[in-house]
Each structure stands twice: as C-alpha cells, then as structure tokens.
T-cell receptor, first 113, second 116 residues
Framework: AQSVTQPDIHITVSEGASLELRCNYSYGATPYLFWYVQSPGQGLQLLLKYFSGDTLVQGIKGFEAEFKRSQSSFNLRKPSVHWSDAAEYFCAVGRNTGNQFYFGTGTSLTVIP | GAVVSQHPSWVICKSGTSVKIECRSLDFQATTMFWYRQFPKQSLMLMATSNEGSKATYEQGVEKDKFLINHASLTLSTLTVTSAHPEDSSFYIC????????????FGDGTRLSIL
C-alpha cells in the first residue's frame, strides 16, 4: 500500500542551526514528491517538488530536498533556520494516475532563539 | 502565480444551518479540485475529489448527502455542509490542480467552521 511517513512529530532547533526533516514513502512507481509548509490557521504553501531528473531540488525560502530512491526518502533541509520557519511541514506523494496526494502526518517545527 | 482563494475564512453558525464554502483558482484553470478536512494537530484527510463538469468522487466514510460538492467551472468549486452539527466543526481546506499527474496542488487558506 502507498504511504508516506514522517518519523518526527516535533522538532526543535535553534535559530541559525541547520535543519533536516525526514520523509519516507512507499509507492510502487517513481513518485512525484512534494513538501508543503503550513502556518497556524492557514492553508498549505508549496516549498518544492520533485518529478524527475536532478535528485537535489531547490525550493523557496532557502529549502532544498534530496530524493534518494534506494532509501525511499525525500528529506527536506535548510542550512540556517530562521524564526519565521516555525510551522508544520508536510511531505506528500502524488499518484502517477490522477492528482491525488498521500500526505504524511506532518512535522511540527519550533525555532528557539 | 497559482493562487487559490477560499471563502469564508471563518464561519460560526447554529446547528442545523447549511454552510457553503467557495474555492476559486484565481490565475489558472483547475481541472481538479480537492476538499480536505483537518483536525487539530493532524494531517489532512481527503474528503473528495472533484473534476470540472462531473460528479465528485468521495472518499470512503464521507457522506455525499452531507457534504455537497459542486465544480461547475474551471475556476470554482463549492462545498456545502448541509444541516451542520457540532461534530462537523473543523478546518476545511480546498486545493486545486491543473489536472496532469504530478502537478502540484495549490491550497486555499482554509475555512474554520464552528457549529454551535
């Protein structure tokens, strides 16, 4: 069965520190992969996406993610976290047929001064 | 680009009232729109998928007669919560996609529905 796992429910990092949010997926074919960010009480904003090609994908707000087929992972990274990055982060896998997504359960990021 | 507008952002109403939520794609044509429900501190739960001009496809366990979805144009989908009750209180989010597999979904800002 298709699924998306975000192992870390909550992560706390200091401002200026590096960040890595984990995402593992289970999908029969080459997946379409996405990372979204959600601030409290708001919708989701697309950070980046992977369709094919270069496995290191650059996104907005200084985020990047690397697709590793051998590990079935698509981890999100940022070299230096800002206080405004505190939010909920969701990894998603898009189906190859249709447009439906499988969402992970999310990782809540807290940034401390 | 790829802006999705969702209205209203917050609704408080009495039990038994029907509530309509609109989702509009402002700068692109949305072949497919999705409606999600999100409980506090949880992920998004897909309620239904709607394609322009056809009936929505509901996920298992979602009552079709309770949550009416209309996708009459390529830029507008509506979700009507009929005869709402307190257990329908939740955060509802719509998203829109241009339809091809692999296209990202673009999300509205959500609607906080509170039924008294």
């Amino acid at each position: 069965a298709q699924s998306v796992t975000q192992p870390d429910i909550h992560i706390t990092v200091s401002e200026g520190a590096s960040l890595e949010l984990r995402c593992n997926y289970s999908y029969g074919a080459t997946p379409y992969l996405f990372w979204y960010v959600q601030s409290p009480g708001q919708g989701l904003q697309l950070l980046l996406k992977y369709f094919s090609g270069d496995t290191l994908v650059q996104g907005i707000k200084g985020f990047e993610a690397e697709f590793k087929r051998s590990q079935s992972s698509f981890n999100l990274r940022k070299p230096s976290v800002h206080w405004s990055d505190a939010a909920e982060y969701f990894c998603a896998v898009g189906r190859n047929t249709g447009n439906q997504f499988y969402f992970g359960t999310g990782t809540s990021l807290t940034v401390i001064p | 680009g790829a802006v999705v507008s969702q209205h209203p952002s917050w609704v408080i109403c009495k039990s038994g009232t029907s509530v309509k939520i609109e989702c509009r794609s402002l700068d692109f044509q949305a072949t497919t729109m999705f409606w999600y429900r999100q409980f506090p501190k949880q992920s998004l739960m897909l309620m239904a998928t709607s394609n322009e001009g056809s009936k929505a496809t509901y996920e298992q366990g979602v009552e079709k007669d309770k949550f009416l979805i209309n996708h009459a144009s390529l830029t507008l989908s509506t979700l009507t919560v009929t005869s709402a009750h307190p257990e329908d209180s939740s955060f509802y989010i719509c998203s829109a996609s241009q339809g091809s597999p692999g296209q990202p979904q673009h999300f509205g800002d959500g609607t906080r529905l509170s039924i008294l």
